[in-house]
DNA sequence: GTCTATAAGCAGATAGAC
DNA sequence: GTCTATCTGCTTATAGAC
């Protein structure tokens, strides 16, 4: 493999993968080198700081993606609803139906924690806040539309570890599914 | 430190801090020999297959912890509501008011995951059906009963990853002390 | 049951050729 | 922009003294 030209983007969805399945320790030099096809060296031309870089190309790309896939469908034209459905969707696409565990889990342990906690508090906050903002609008009282935005955040994470845990391919989608009722049934 | 003979349940309590600040592939052994005061060679005498046995030992003592603080409870004596408070006592002592990640969620990433997955889907399995048990002694009809105990074991998975990864302490505390409610309401 | 010493391998990271 | 070669330190794991 000489000079393959892999787009950056498409190097950090690979790199993605990686530490998705892996987690951030167990995200090696070695699988991240294998995953995108690049030696170690190359990636080090790529991300100078080495894995440090790597996971916060990858952090930044996804909040980039759920903040297409997600935040800006909440706040774009349309009923509340609908904006609601097309997020589930977006959420759906962005956790292949809850197959791909959470980037917001495993940076949150050991070493990455400390580096990433601030880009991590500020991704939920922003999705909280785009989700209770959706909720005023359809004519929930504030407060209500706080506690239901946190509510909904805390499901789709935890949907997200229990289908791994339990191995069951139903539960996320099962639980996006629910969600529009759930948050704005008054 | 010569003889401490430090009693494995107090051994297996530090293990258990380490694996869950740190996740599987980033508790060493350095790490956890300091946690314990013992040498890695005593580790190893106690835990002959290393890091893979201690693994195992802490998520056995997790089991049977949750077990005692949660499951017997809610199958004990007293009503559904009084033994469903109960159980969220436990919950909160066992997550320490969610300060504590779950080793469900770090056991499931990577390496770990294959190794434990049995476990872990036994675990959840047996939760979900105790709290669907006393749904339905409640007065639910089973299939909600089922749902809703879904629904609150996914709650608190996700309460856990939200809290840590927010740095809110009182994120967790709120989701268990609504969940009675939440669960028993008809 | 604990310790010291050590092995063998892999981790992240760098230098320099092409 | 990629490669090969290399380095240092840390990883898991073992042998054997006390």
Chains 1, 2 share one sequence.
């Not at 070493?111 to 601030?118: M, S």
């Not at 509510?151 to 997200?160: H, K, M």
Request: some cysteine.
């Amino acid at each position: 493999m000489a000079h393959p030209q892999l787009p950056r983007d498409e190097v950090i969805d690979r790199l993605t993968a990686v530490f998705r399945r892996e987690g951030y320790e167990g995200a090696s030099l070695a699988l991240l080198s294998e995953a995108t096809g690049l030696g170690r060296s190359s990636l080090y031309h790529h991300f100078p700081r080495g894995k440090d870089d790597m996971a916060e190309a990858v952090m930044l790309a996804a909040r980039d993606k759920i903040t297409a896939l997600v935040v800006e469908r909440l706040s774009g034209p349309g009923s509340p609803r609908k904006r609601l459905e097309a997020a589930v969707r977006g959420w759906d696409e962005f956790y292949q139906s809850g197959q791909l565990s959470c980037l917001t889990e495993l940076f949150s342990v050991g070493n990455a924690k400390q580096r990433f906690q601030d880009l991590l508090l500020g991704g939920i906050t922003k999705l909280r806040a785009a989700i209770a903002a959706l909720l005023v609008e359809a004519g929930l009282p504030p407060e209500k539309a706080e506690k239901r935005a946190l509510d909904a955040v805390v499901a789709i994470q935890g949907g997200l570890v229990v289908a791994r845990a339990s191995g069951d391919r139903s539960i996320f989608p099962s639980i996006l599914a629910e969600l529009p009722d759930r948050l704005l049934n008054p």
